[in-house]
């Protein structure tokens, strides 16, 4: 049986590795991926807690937030396309301004 710990650790791990992509990257692609790492992570430490505690709440919130990431992802996803279409760019650094 694997303890709990470990759990905790690669699910902090893996928000880290998120987090650290999110700061460093500037192609809006490559934000959106560290994004959903971050949320792995919080799900990884969610769902360790709910079969620690024998409890099934935890899991069905994973559920919730499995659907809500991959709707942010396609909307992320076509404001890429719209921004891409428009600026011919998907780095940060290069879009100045966010309004039509």
């Given amino acids: 049986m694997v303890p709990l710990d470990w759990y905790l650790m690669l699910g902090s791990i ?35 807690f709910s079969h620690y505690l024998q409890d099934l709440r935890g899991q069905i919130l994973v559920f919730f937030i499995i659907a809500v990431a991959a709707s942010e992802a396609a909307i992320g996803l076509a404001i890429v396309i719209l921004i891409t279409r428009n600026k011919n760019t998907i780095f940060i650094d290069e879009i100045n301004e966010l309004r039509g």
């Avoid at 700061?23 to 490559?30: G, K, P, S």
Wanted: aromatic share 8%; with cysteine.
């Fill in 14 to 48: 893996v928000f880290c590795i998120g987090m650290i992509g999110f700061m460093i990257r500037r192609n809006i692609i490559m934000m959106f991926l560290s994004v959903e790492l971050m949320l792995n992570g919080v799900n990884i430490s969610l769902v360790a």
